[in-house]
């Protein structure tokens, strides 16, 4: 992706001028190179430049091109493309990854977005199926592996699969392709600490900045993940997966199946004991959705070939187990930044580029509301139509949740209005706006919605969902809060009302 940032006039830089904000340093943390203009001659150069870096990084890319020298005519010579061969990793690191394969008891393959932007997902299937090696997807990346593949598990991380957890536990050969090994793809999940401490670990990533960076590895390869794939496979030796096969295949399945049931009648989270409610909040939330319950419906609902979008928040994760795709390219997700309002451009943007192909995006009534002000923009004629499903709980679930769990349910600052209705807001711009109280209802009105794209009409989707919630994003990251003698919990703020 190419960033490219008008900046002030250039004459101006450094004296406070109009809209004058230090770009460079404000997107720094955000791509993997950037670059100012410094004349008006250069851009060509420049842009060639960033654009080739962002195809070599696989990661966003900076141009920063002063304000005054968009109205500048030059003449200059368009400078070479350089399109560089993407490496396919050292010699002899694929050697021994092949070899730690081939002699491996329990191997597993975990996915990661670069076997999405590689092409890399038949590579990764033609070695899982020589292995007979489950394959289990990164956090957000359930489109990495097709999901009706007997071989597939699963997403691991925050809300993921169990399956893909107990047997990833399992492993004594781990082939992480494609992926930084994220700290949402590796932390426990349902009390389950999964990842195997004494598994040998090969790393397979573009970047070579990622490998080794969260978990210890074996063997480190900076390659595509399409080609270091294939070279693997080429180098297995000819009994490669034949220790163990049967019954690791038994295991494989009677994993998956066991999942697949608690899966179809969890509707509760198990780690919410209920204290986020008052009694009053609790009677009113009792005949509502479970987050689980509206997760169920929508996939009854959502077409095979759709491509979807989710923000962050509890709401979306918590679906993070139920969505399975056949192809690539059909999950798009917040990924690394985690950015709040991310779901309804994105899915906006999927429409565009795709405009005969269903798509659905998800947000969380907290995160939608940083982005609703493109409700307007979405309604005009020349747009697509898209379907925009909002998670209506009144809160803003994720940091409740951390409240709840580390202050003592004192929580602050995370309710929201009841009186707005996103469907009402809709309708106000023009498009179709629906609210939903039950599963059925949902359901239906997500299949209507994918009909009416079809005449490229727009609808936004309200879910009306109790206040239950999911497990915390990141356990590890807090700690219960010090006692400071002096301070009587008498003298706190009372809990306020959720009525």
Not at 19 to 32: L, S, T
Not at 223 to 243: F, H, M, P, V
């Amino acid at each position: 992706m190419l960033v490219v940032t008008p900046q002030a006039a250039n004459k101006t830089i450094g004296q406070g001028g109009f809209q004058e904000v230090e770009q460079m340093r404000m997107f720094a943390d955000c791509v993997c190179y950037q670059e100012e203009v410094r004349d008006a001659s250069r851009i060509p150069e420049v842009l060639n430049r960033v654009i080739e870096k962002a195809i070599r990084g696989s990661a966003p890319a900076q141009i920063n091109v002063p304000r005054d020298f968009w109205t500048q005519v030059i003449d200059v010579d368009l400078p070479q493309i350089v399109r560089l061969e993407r490496p396919t990793g050292g010699a002899a690191a694929v050697a021994e990854a092949a070899k730690l394969l081939s002699e491996a008891k329990f191997p597993v393959i975990l996915n990661g977005a670069g076997v999405v932007i590689g092409g890399a997902i038949d590579a990764s299937k033609a070695l899982a199926e020589r292995l007979d090696a489950p394959v289990c997807c990164g956090y957000q990346h359930n489109d990495a592996f097709p999901g009706r593949h007997p071989l597939s598990v699963g997403p691991l991380g925050y809300n993921g699969s169990k399956a893909a957890m107990q047997l990833i536990a399992k492993a004594d050969v781990i082939l992480a392709l494609g992926t930084r090994l994220n700290p949402f793809s590796t932390l426990p999940g349902y009390g389950i600490d999964y990842w195997p401490a004494e598994a040998k670990i090969i790393q397979v990533d573009i970047n070579p900045d990622r490998i080794g960076l969260i978990k210890k590895i074996t063997v480190g390869i900076q390659g595509d993940a399409k080609l270091t794939a294939e070279q693997i496979l080429e180098q297995l030796s000819a009994d490669a997966g034949n220790a163990g096969r049967e019954d690791r295949k038994n295991l494989i399945h009677q994993t998956k199946s066991a999942w697949a049931q608690e899966l179809s009648s969890l509707d509760h989270e198990q780690d919410d004991p209920g204290t986020v409610w008052n009694e009053e909040a609790r009677a009113r939330d009792a005949d509502l959705m479970s987050p689980r319950q509206a997760w169920r419906a929508i996939q009854a609902g959502m077409p095979e070939e759709a491509i979807i979008s989710t923000d962050i928040g509890n709401n979306c994760a918590i679906g993070n187990a139920y969505p399975t795709f056949e192809n690539g390219r059909k999950y798009l997700a917040p990924g690394l930044f985690g950015p709040c309002g991310y779901g309804f451009p994105a899915i906006l943007g999927a429409k565009i580029g795709q405009p005969d192909t269903p798509v659905i995006g998800f947000a969380g009534d907290g995160a939608f509301g940083i982005s609703m002000n493109e409700m307007g923009s979405c309604g005009r004629g020349e747009w697509p139509g898209i379907t925009m499903v909002i998670f209506r709980n009144y809160q803003w679930g994720a940091e409740k949740r951390n409240t709840t769990l580390w202050f003592d349910n004192n929580f602050v600052g995370t309710e929201l209005n009841r009186g707005l209705s996103y469907a009402k807001v809709a309708e106000g711009c023009g498009l179709i706006g629906v609210q939903v109280l039950t599963q059925e209802a949902l359901t239906e009105a997500l299949k209507l919605s994918i009909e009416a794209q079809k005449e490229g009409k727009t609808t936004f989707i309200e879910v009306i969902l109790n206040q239950e919630l999911g497990e915390p994003f990141r356990r590890d990251a807090m700690k219960k809060p010090v006692e400071v003698a002096g301070i009587d919990p008498a003298d706190m703020r009372p809990q306020p009302s959720l009525a």
